[in-house]
Nanobody, 117 residues
Framework: QVQLVESGGGLVQAGGSLRLSCAASGSTFSAYTMGWYRQALGMKRESVATISNGGSTSYADSVKGRFTISRDNAKNTVDLLMNSLKPEDTAVYYC???????????WGQGTQVTVSA
């Protein structure tokens, strides 16, 4: 079991930057693959970026070159640095923890990111 709390969402103009942070507690953080997902209004939840316990990263095509995911196992945090934001990035962003052994997923409460044109 792991608890996730996101922070850093807000309203920004197109072209701006925002950093999201996710703090984890309650389990062995380093054992999890961490990720950021988002769900826009009327859309399905989609993966934005993931980072494995070994540090391997993966990004959705729509955010490659603009977003950077990172983790700090000592602090039990995972961040998403979002640059060159576009209105299409507007969504609720969720922190995700995936445990490969049990195939369990854990989710944060979500944080709203709104990008104005």
């Amino acid at each position: 079991q792991v608890q996730l709390v996101e922070s850093g969402g807000g309203l920004v103009q197109a072209g701006g930057s925002l950093r999201l942070s996710c703090a984890a507690s309650g389990s062995t953080f380093s054992a999890y693959t961490m990720g950021w997902y988002r769900q826009a209004l009327g859309m399905k939840r989609e993966s934005v970026a993931t980072i494995s316990n070994g540090g391997s990263t993966s990004y959705a095509d729509s955010v490659k070159g603009r977003f950077t995911i990172s983790r700090d196992n000592a602090k039990n945090t995972v961040d998403l640095l979002m640059n060159s934001l576009k209105p299409e990035d507007t969504a609720v962003y969720y922190c995700n923890a995936f445990h490969p052994w049990s195939m369990r997923n854990y989710w944060g409460q979500g944080t709203q990111v709104t990008v104005s044109a």
